[in-house]
């Protein structure tokens, strides 16, 4: 619990709507931008801007994908969705050689004082040049950024030992979809917080998140990207399959209890982490809850926790009858599964927020 409201308050305190923490791979990136894209399909705000930040975050997607996984750091990159109080920001981070950095910051630099029709032609001067052919391109999706965004690019260094740092690069742009550009402390989300909160989760094992506003469409797009990750990884069948199947349950577990947008901007976001942990991994959510569903639901993750495997086998074939225990029957099918397909215990705790609200967390191990 204490994990996922340290997580929880971060994303409120920063206002975040969207948080991916991992590698970043060519086969990840369409999921990871779909799901972005679902994101800002709920944000209200135009379509300029949508598809400015959307550029962006793909332009950064293969940038991370190209850089951030040739020091062994990969783990560590990072893309967040945040809100401001004029517009939104997408904030991606990956870790470099401290080395690297003079060099970045002076191409950064020097990019954020062109105006937007010499972007274009040293745009069009780098694709025409020799040099572009020679060195693949040194500086060229960073242009390609500028120019499709409209506007400058807020960046950030943050060490992290003698030998690397962490690179947080950001975009901002306000209702109407005009680029926002800050300096220093001005950034609506700083290097500093984005390297503790990729702490915190490294800190954790944390091996995914996610955090925002459940939707189908959401919900499809975060199942899709944890399929990716899941297929990626030397990950044995059977056992990715149980991970898959609990994932898609307990996904659905928080959009059913889900009060709504409003109220989880105002008193608590879903969470959704996933932990690798001596070989076991865990799955955890929190999200949102009515006072008044909280002895109820409490009662049916009570009666299955009193099941061992073969009793979970029986009461799961009744529920698929119909024939639900009466005194202390789940009806919730989705929470049978998960402690069947897990070989666990539903671990769970809810945490009374105010009259009307408590935050339910729900955490489920997956045993190899």
């Known amino acids: 619990m ?141 242009i390609e950024m500028a120019k499709k965004t409209g506007n400058k690019l807020d960046y950030d260094f943050v060490p992290l030992d003698e030998e690397f740092s962490y690179f947080i690069l950001s975009k901002t742009v306000n209702s109407v979809g005009v680029g926002m550009h800050f300096r220093g402390e001005e950034q609506p989300f700083r290097g500093k917080v984005v390297s503790q909160l990729e702490r915190l989760m490294a800190e954790n094992n944390v091996y995914l998140i996610w955090s925002g506003h459940i939707s189908i469409e959401v919900e499809k797009e975060v199942i899709s990207l944890t399929e990716t990750k899941l297929s990626e990884e030397d990950i044995e069948l059977n056992l990715r399959r149980r991970i898959f199947s609990v994932l898609v349950e307990i996904i659905e577990n928080v959009a059913k209890y889900s009060p709504g947008k409003e109220p989880e901007e105002k008193f608590g976001m879903p969470v959704a982490l996933i ?6 991994y865990t799955l955890t959510t929190g999200n949102l809850i009515l006072n008044e569903k909280v002895e109820d639901l409490k009662g049916k993750l009570d009666t299955i926790n009193k099941f ?21 029957s789940t009806g919730n099918m989705g929470l049978i599964d ?21 935050y339910y967390v729900l955490t489920v191990k997956v045993e190899g």
């Open 2 to 142: 204490d994990l996922t409201r340290s997580i929880r308050d971060k994303m409120m305190k920063e206002r975040l709507m969207f948080v991916y923490r991992g590698v970043v791979t060519n086969e990840n990136s369409v999921p990871l931008l779909m799901l972005l894209e679902k994101e800002m399909e709920n944000s209200e705000f135009g379509f300029v801007g949508r598809k400015r930040l959307f550029m962006f975050v793909l332009e950064s997607l293969q940038n991370v994908s190209k850089h951030g996984n040739l020091n062994h750091h990969g783990d560590m990159s990072l893309v967040v969705y945040s809100k401001t109080d004029n517009g939104y920001t997408v904030t991606t981070g990956n870790v470099l050689p401290s080395a690297n950095i003079n060099d970045l910051k002076v191409k950064l630099d020097e990019i954020n004082h062109l105006q937007p029709d010499e972007i274009r032609n040293v745009y069009r001067q780098m694709l025409s040049t020799s040099e572009f052919s020679n060195k693949g391109g040194a500086g060229l999706g960073l």
């Open 275 to 280: 932990r690798l942990e001596d070989d076991e």
């Open 308 to 328: 061992d495997k073969v009793g979970l086998k029986e009461l799961f074939r009744k529920s698929l009858s119909g024939q639900t225990i009466s005194s202390n």
């Open 338 to 358: 998960m402690a069947r397909k897990s070989g666990s215990k539903l671990v769970y705790q809810f945490e009374q927020l105010n009259e009307l609200y408590s």
